[in-house]
């Protein structure tokens, strides 16, 4: 059954690599299609020349005529707009892994989880004990249980297809899509006490997350500068109800309501403003961008995920004409989920609504080109990859380790 398991994840796995393939070819087909057409016709050459040319507010870098956001890191959504009339497709593919248990800042192993952290559950045992005249008689006892099943790793992959359009040039509407896939291994330590490994299992869920809807605001803009706000509302599209097959201290494999790290939608309505700051003279580029989240009411199942603050800022230098390499650093807060889900139990430390959120910052570097120098028009294809510099978490839960995220841009 643990076989089986695996080999489910690794087919998953490879379909949504395919999903994402599937994605870039039907990129580069559009790219080249547009590219062509561009060939095709001087006149609107000349017409978009002459617009960046006369135009400098609304410059290419800043969601004027060209392309927007030529010069954000692959990670960042939301620091761009596009002018009246114009529309922009981005598709982002996210992969993160997350590996090691901390406690606040620390590392901790697995078997101090499994011998010493408790699980919130107790034990009841009767056993027989010799009493007044050596006769034996019942005695109950209760003990605390550890937890005994413990996360090894986790890998999630998130694709996102934002959509945007400019109504005016101080106004676009938003629209965001997300496909995501998760999946967890952890070590189950065999009975009630001990530091015995039983064996490890894993589980998968996947499915369509919480999709986005908004708009953005141009509040500034000069010929180096660019301050908008975006404000959106989280739509509760993923599903809550996620099972997964785990290995039991006991030894059984059981069918339970998967972690809430596990599920693929919040169930709830959250409220997402960002302001972004971007600037760019000569070949620096610059930004710097805020992002909060927060749910409005608690969901079905009874609870919501603890309110979320982020702020990141980069920087970028362009070598030659339309590649541009970042740097970028990130700082987050998140508090733990309030409320819980009744059937979300168990010895497992991702079971508890109170092991979740914590403080991170994380360090990126990236690579954009824009497809216009190369005669590819009004395209962008972006990679960023990068890590934890410092984590403090509500623990025991699982540290972040690596991240990665494509992007390709195109405007229509």
């Known amino acids: 059954m643990r076989a089986s398991s695996r080999a489910i994840a690794e087919s998953r796995l490879f379909s949504c690599w395919r999903r994402s393939l599937l994605g870039a070819a039907l990129f580069i087909a559009a790219s080249s299609a547009q590219a062509m057409e561009h060939s095709a016709s001087d006149a609107d050459s000349a017409r978009a020349d002459m617009s960046v040319t006369t135009d400098q507010s609304l410059s290419s870098d800043h969601g004027g005529p060209g392309m927007p956001g030529a010069h954000i890191p692959a990670g960042v959504t939301g620091a761009y707009m596009v002018p009246a009339g114009e529309g922009m497709a981005n598709f982002t593919p996210n992969f993160m892994h997350m590996s090691g248990n901390y406690i606040g800042s620390s590392q901790v192993s697995p078997a101090v989880i499994a011998s010493s952290i408790f699980s919130g559950q107790w034990m009841k045992m009767t056993m027989k004990m010799p009493g007044m005249g050596g006769m034996m008689m019942p005695m109950t006892m209760i003990k605390p249980v550890m937890l005994r099943i413990i996360p090894s790793s986790m890998d999630m992959q ?25 999946s967890m291994t952890m070590t189950t330590f065999a009975g009630m006490s001990g530091l015995g490994i039983l064996g490890q299992s894993s589980g998968t869920t996947y499915g369509f997350s919480d999709a ?9 803009q000069d010929a180096i500068n660019h301050l908008q706000f975006n404000l959106m509302l989280s739509l509760p599209i993923g599903n809550q109800q996620r099972s997964i097959q785990m290995l039991s201290p006991m030894g059984s494999y059981m069918t339970m309501r998967a972690p809430y790290a596990m599920q693929i939608g919040t ?39 603890g309110a979320m603050n982020e702020l990141t800022a980069w920087g970028g230098y362009s070598f030659f004409k339309g590649v541009t390499a970042t740097a970028r650093i990130a700082a987050s807060t998140q508090d733990h989920i309030h409320g819980a889900d009744a059937l979300i139990t168990g ?66």
């Open 158 to 182: 998130m694709y996102m297809l934002n959509t945007m359009y400019g109504l005016t040039d101080n106004l676009n509407l938003m629209f965001m899509a997300n496909y995501a896939e998760k």
């Open 267 to 305: 169930g709830t309505v959250d409220l997402v403003p960002t302001v972004a700051y971007t600037g760019i003279l000569g070949s620096w580029s610059w930004g710097a961008l805020y992002r909060g989240r927060f749910p409005l009411d608690y969901n079905s199942e009874g609870y919501q995920f």
């Open 212 to 220: 986005m809807v908004g708009g953005s605001y141009r509040i500034y």
């Open 347 to 412: 010895l497992a430390p991702p079971a508890n609504p109170l092991y979740y959120g914590g403080k991170h910052l994380d360090m990126f570097g990236g690579l954009e080109v824009a497809g216009h120098p190369w005669g590819l028009g009004h395209t962008v294809v972006g990679v960023e990859a990068g890590g934890p510099l410092y984590q403090d978490v509500n623990g025991p839960q699982l540290g972040r380790g690596w991240q990665l995220s494509l992007t390709g841009r195109i405007m229509f």
